[in-house]
């Protein structure tokens, strides 16, 4: 099992402060890596897939990079609406999918 | 606009079994791999299974494996996930999310549910 270590555990900035999330995986996922966020009582919503590719809708203050083991969730500007939890997930080797335990990004 | 509406949780002893339905509108059903995603209370999220547009294919977590199944009926909209032998550890909210790619599925996804609360407790 490919295993994912998101760090910081906790993040706390201000809005309009830039944020950057890791993600490590214990072996190559190549670009296979996704990010979603997760706000208390909701669902998540998928923000990035193969490391670097915003999904639909998503606003351009968040990017995604990296490759092989080492990935980063870059949120260039704040917005109140940004803090919330967010979770990497490996799909190199499906159907073993995977999650990182999360960071949460709370505000300063 | 796509919704997928959970539902069939809820409180059962260990050692029994529940259905989860998840009703999709929105989209073209048919045309997509589904999957099952859970979250235990307060930790993070567990792939859970995934069943081909055509219902022909399915894949499980070895937490799950022999115990739970997944199925879909394309002409009623509607995703399924059958759980036997539950254990206290199955305990989560379980969401229906749809697969971002039709036919093929790249187990990202793009679409979920509100999600369903089962407590496995006796």
């Known amino acids: 099992e490919i295993v994912l270590t998101q760090s910081p555990a906790t993040l706390s900035l201000s809005p309009g402060e830039r944020a950057t999330l890791s993600c490590r995986a214990s072996q190559s996922v190549s670009s296979y890596l996704a990010w979603y966020q997760q706000k208390p009582g909701q669902a998540p919503r998928l923000l990035i897939y193969?490391?670097?590719n915003r999904a639909t809708g998503i606003p351009a203050r968040f990017s995604g990079s990296g490759s092989g083991t080492d990935f980063t969730l870059t949120i260039s500007t704040l917005e109140p609406e940004d803090f919330a939890v967010y979770y990497c997930?490996?799909?190199?080797?499906?159907?073993?999918?995977?999650f990182g335990q999360g960071t949460r990004l709370e505000i300063k | 606009q796509v919704q997928l509406v959970e539902s069939g949780g809820g409180v059962v002893q260990p050692g029994r079994s529940l259905r989860l339905s998840c009703a999709a509108s929105?989209?073209?059903?048919?045309?997509?791999?589904m999957h099952w995603v859970r979250q235990a209370p307060g930790k993070g999220l567990e792939w859970v299974a995934v069943i081909s547009n055509d219902g022909r294919d399915k894949h499980f977590a070895d937490s799950v494996k022999g115990r739970f199944t997944i199925s879909r009926d394309n002409s009623k909209n509607t995703l399924y996930l059958q759980m036997n032998s539950l254990r206290a550890e199955d305990t989560a909210v379980y969401y229906c999310?749809?697969?971002?790619?039709?036919?093929?599925?790249?187990?990202?996804?793009?679409?979920w549910g509100q999600g369903t609360l089962v407590t496995v407790s006796s």
């Open positions: 929105g989209f073209t059903f048919s045309s997509y791999p």
């Open positions: 193969d490391a670097s």
């Open positions: 999310a749809r697969d971002q790619t039709v036919r093929a599925a790249d187990y990202y996804f793009d679409s």
């Open positions: 997930q490996q799909r190199s080797n499906w159907p073993s999918i995977t």
